[in-house]
């Protein structure tokens, strides 16, 4: 039987009006912003329809982004449809990790507002960097990376087309430089810092404590770690899973291939953007890829269970 995996996208998708149309429509959606507004110290709907700055602030961001991508969730899950796996890209893990039932809501939206702080305050206080490099394979880029002076390594494994680094903004300006030389496009990031390296350490560590004091239910669906690309369905791996998360790569390219092994032909990304479904058709263009983030694209994933 063909499988379905719910995917939920991290940071960078976000825009202003993201997820407005299903919250302003479905009850269950609106319900979701009303638990982070209480769970807050700001008002998430304002920043996510009018705060341009805000909205692209790392501390800000991440509440945002679960909580439009949950309130999304929620539509989804009214007209039936119910996955065989999930996994998310970096922020979007903790997404995954409510949509399976291991992390409540209001916990998490608390939790990843503290993420995005420690990993503002670890980005100021190292001044870091990343890049795209677009091409070459994984040994090449992990090679140049290791022979650089500094702090540079592989932050993301996005697709066999894809990879990101992140480091210390001369080491980066190094590997970048090298990586051209061998006739690789680099794409520098507008980020704050290199987060998924080294420089997150103080980031990962302030997490760690928020982290061992919540408790984790069972999953009601397994889940795709980051950090190492496997299913997960022991609630007590979660915690150090996402500590080591925050300064480790994230291995998005073989989190698919992971879930494609077990029979997924079906991923359906939930939250704004169609980044993770661009990656999915450069990962292996014969899935189907179904993005949900409209009223109109709620009806459409309707009337394709109808048909």
């Given at each position: 039987?063909?499988?379905?995996?719910?995917?939920?996208?991290?940071?960078?998708?976000?825009?202003?009006?993201?997820?407005?149309?299903?919250?302003?429509?479905?009850?269950?959606?609106?319900?979701?912003?009303?638990?982070?507004?209480?769970?807050?110290?700001?008002?998430?709907?304002?920043?996510?329809?009018?705060?341009?700055?805000?909205?692209?602030?790392?501390?800000?961001?991440?509440?945002?982004?679960?909580?439009?991508?949950?309130?999304?969730?929620?539509?989804?899950?009214?007209?039936?449809?119910?996955?065989?796996?999930?996994?998310?890209?970096?922020?979007?893990?903790?997404?995954?990790?409510?949509?399976?039932?291991?992390?409540?809501?209001?916990?998490?939206?608390?939790?990843?507002?503290?993420?995005?702080?420690?990993?503002?305050?670890?980005?100021?206080?190292?001044?870091?960097?990343?890049?795209?490099?677009?091409?070459?394979?994984?040994?090449?880029?992990?090679k140049i990376c290791s022979e650089v002076n500094g702090i540079v390594s592989i932050a993301n494994y996005n697709s066999p087309s894809q990879i990101v680094i992140a480091g210390e903004i001369d080491a980066?300006?190094?590997?970048?430089?090298?990586?051209?030389?061998?006739?690789?496009?680099?794409?520098?990031?507008?980020?704050?810092?290199?987060?998924?390296?080294?420089?997150?350490?103080?980031?990962?560590?302030?997490?760690?404590?928020?982290?061992?004091?919540?408790?984790?239910?069972?999953?009601?669906?397994?889940?795709?770690?980051?950090?190492?690309?496997?299913?997960?369905?022991?609630?007590?791996?979660?915690?150090?899973?996402?500590?080591?998360?925050?300064?480790?790569?994230?291995?998005?390219?073989?989190?698919?291939?992971?879930?494609?092994?077990?029979?997924?032909?079906?991923?359906?990304?939930?939250?704004?953007?169609?980044?993770?479904?661009?990656?999915?058709?450069?990962?292996?263009r014969k899935k189907k890829v179904i993005n949900i983030e409209t009223l109109e694209d709620l009806n459409k994933l309707k009337m394709s269970l109808e048909g």
């Open positions: 039987m063909n499988k379905i995996a719910f995917i939920f996208p991290g940071q960078g998708a976000q825009y202003i009006g993201m997820g407005k149309e299903i919250i302003d429509n479905i009850k269950a959606s609106k319900e979701i912003f009303e638990i982070a507004d209480n769970a807050l110290d700001f008002d998430l709907e304002e920043i996510c329809n009018t705060e341009q700055e805000l909205i692209n602030n790392t501390a800000y961001t991440q509440p945002a982004l679960l909580t439009v991508s949950i309130a999304i969730l929620k539509a989804v899950e009214e007209i039936g449809v119910k996955p065989d796996f999930v996994a998310g890209l970096s922020l979007g893990e903790y997404t995954a990790l409510v949509a399976n039932g291991a992390l409540d809501f209001q916990e998490a939206v608390k939790l990843v507002r503290k993420r995005g702080t420690y990993m503002e305050e670890a980005a100021k206080a190292t001044k870091g960097t990343m890049a795209a490099i677009m091409g070459g394979t994984r040994e090449q880029i992990e980066v300006a190094e590997a970048s430089q090298r990586l051209q030389n061998e006739s690789l496009r680099v794409i520098p990031l507008k980020v704050s810092g290199a987060f998924h390296s080294e420089l997150m350490d103080s980031a990962a560590q302030k997490l760690k404590k928020d982290i061992e004091k919540l408790c984790f239910s069972d999953f009601l669906i397994p889940y795709t770690a980051n950090i190492n690309a496997e299913i997960i369905t022991d609630k007590n791996m979660i915690g150090k899973l996402l500590v080591e998360q925050v300064k480790g790569s994230v291995r998005w390219e073989d989190c698919v291939n992971t879930m494609i092994k077990q029979g997924v032909e079906t991923f359906v990304e939930i939250g704004p953007g169609k980044t993770l479904s661009g990656l999915i058709k450069k990962i292996d």
